[in-house]
T-cell receptor, first 115, second 118 residues
Framework: DTGVSQDPRHKITKRGQNVTFRCDPISEHNRLYWYRQTLGQGPEFLTYFQNEAQLEKSRLLSDRFSAERPKGSFSTLEIQRTEQGDSAMYLC?????????????FGPGTRLLVL | AQKVTQAQTEISVVEKEDVTLDCVYETRDTTYYLFWYKQPPSGELVFLIRRNSFDEQNEISGRYSWNFQKSTSSFNFTITASQVVDSAVYFCALSEAGSGGGADGLTFGKGTHLIIQP
């Protein structure tokens, strides 16, 4: 049984460039979450999907951040016009259907460095 | 607003000692969930335990045990006979039951860095 996978694992980009990260949830998990983790802090919730519906996006950090899950399977997180402050670990998690939907399983993360 | 406080930034003990990691939470909801996750140096968050607000029974799993006390809004985690492999950052997290009938995003504490010395 494979876990949550994320690609790429590391990304180095120059300020002003756009970046896109991919997350593949655990099979049959209908909820998918994105978090950001900066050094020395706990993960910070950004957004989540139930199937293809984005049910919460008010916590996205700015309008430069957007996420999609077009067919209810994998998801992408895009950051436009990256800034040095976007450097962080971006974590994806998924959770199973009811009645265990509150337990989130995390992927290995994508570490972003903006130069 | 919900909040999780892990006051211990770093704890260092010698192998085989017992160690307790503290977690205090704040929420206005009556239905909520509490979690502990382990983050080893590799970076991946590993789920350890989930507790819902209606279940105050303490739980033991091998060398791990958890003490949930609603009266003090605490959900503490104890490792008995610690081992070097237990070295990691441990996060406590809280989730309130969402309006959609399920849990939404987790609110994490800042984590406790546990160092087990041989």
């Amino acid at each position: 049984d494979t876990g949550v996978s994320q690609d790429p694992r590391h990304k180095i980009t120059k300020r002003g460039q756009n970046v896109t990260f991919r997350c593949d949830p655990i099979s049959e998990h209908n909820r998918l979450y994105w978090y950001r983790q900066t050094l020395g802090q706990g993960p910070e919730f950004l957004t989540y999907f139930q199937n293809e519906a984005q049910l919460e996006k008010s916590r996205l950090l700015s309008d430069r951040f957007s996420a999609e899950r077009p067919k209810g399977s994998f998801s992408t997180l895009e950051i436009q016009r990256t800034e040095q402050g976007d450097s962080a670990m971006y974590l994806c998690a998924s959770s199973p259907p009811f009645p265990y939907q509150e337990t989130q399983y995390f992927g290995p993360g994508t570490r972003l460095l903006v130069l | 607003a919900q909040k999780v406080t892990q006051a211990q930034t770093e704890i260092s003990v010698v192998e085989k000692e017992d160690v307790t990691l503290d977690c205090v939470y704040e929420t206005r909801d009556t239905t909520y969930y509490l979690f502990w996750y382990k983050q080893p140096p590799s970076g991946e968050l590993v789920f350890l335990i989930r507790r819902n607000s209606f279940d105050e029974q303490n739980e033991i799993s091998g060398r791990y045990s958890w003490n949930f006390q609603k009266s003090t809004s605490s959900f503490n985690f104890t490792i008995t006979a610690s081992q070097v492999v237990d070295s990691a950052v441990y996060f406590c997290a809280l989730s309130e039951a969402g309006s959609g009938g399920g849990a939404d995003g987790l609110t994490f504490g800042k984590g406790t860095h546990l160092i087990i010395q041989p």
